[in-house]
Structure formats: structure tokens, C-alpha cells
């Protein structure tokens, strides 16, 4: 792969996580997650004080896990609550 074309993944990707991370919605989720990497708290709770619906709260988590910002230990179920994180290195 070119050089050229290595920028232009990476501007290409930066901007995706900027966009990203300028959603209402992931500033109410990233709010409301413990300072420090590797501190959890239940997603419910997280969902309850976001005040999100629930497929507008798990799009937003899922989107954070795919950027690397956010750390989703499940439950039983794919999205049976769990609990949320920031991800090591996100900060």
C-alpha cells in the first residue's frame, strides 16, 4: 500500500471516530461511565440515566466497542445488560 493511500485510510478512519464521538447520544453514554479504564458499571444503569431507548442505547455501545472507546462485558444474552467500561488506552 501506498503512502498516499495509508493517509488517506487513517484521515478516513479518524474522521469516522470524530463523528463518532460528537453524537448526543455517545456523549450521554460516555458521560455516565466511570472515570478511569477498567471501573464498570451495569449498562442498565448506564441506559437508565442516558434516557435512551434501547436499540438507540445498544447502536451507540456497539459503535463505541467498534472504535475502541468502550469495554462490554456481556451477560448471559448478547445484550442481556452487562457491564460497560472505558477501554484501556481510550484516555
Do not use: K
Amino acid at each position: 500500500m501506498s503512502a498516499a493511500r495509508d493517509d488517506f485510510v487513517v484521515r478516513h478512519l479518524a474522521s469516522g471516530v470524530i463523528a463518532e464521538l460528537t453524537r448526543p447520544a455517545t456523549a450521554a453514554v460516555v458521560a455516565e461511565l466511570p472515570g478511569r479504564p477498567g471501573q464498570s458499571i451495569d449498562a442498565g444503569t448506564v441506559r437508565q440515566r442516558t434516557g435512551l431507548g434501547p436499540r438507540e442505547f445498544w447502536t451507540t455501545v456497539a459503535r463505541l466497542v467498534d472504535i475502541r472507546v468502550v469495554h462490554h462485558d456481556s451477560g448471559a444474552d448478547d445484550h442481556d445488560g452487562g457491564r460497560l467500561s472505558l477501554a484501556r488506552g481510550a484516555v
